[in-house]
């Protein structure tokens, strides 16, 4: 099991979000990535309440 704490992977997997949103939006020859700083605000939360949720019903 991992010593890292909720936040810790729910950071991780936003990370990995919006690397794959950059991909992406490079394949598709977009201006930019299609993350604003609310959609990742938004994507941390939900990555965090799903881990956390996970966590819960295991213990």
Known sequence: ???????????????AYLEH??????????????????STKNAYKHFYSVISSVEKRDN
Do not use: C, F, P, Q
Request: no cysteine.
């Open 1 to 15: 099991m991992s010593n890292k704490t909720d936040k810790e992977l729910a950071l991780e997997l936003t990370k």
């Open 21 to 38: 949103l950059s991909i992406r939006a490079t394949s598709n020859r977009a201006d930019g990535s299609h993350a604003s700083v609310e």
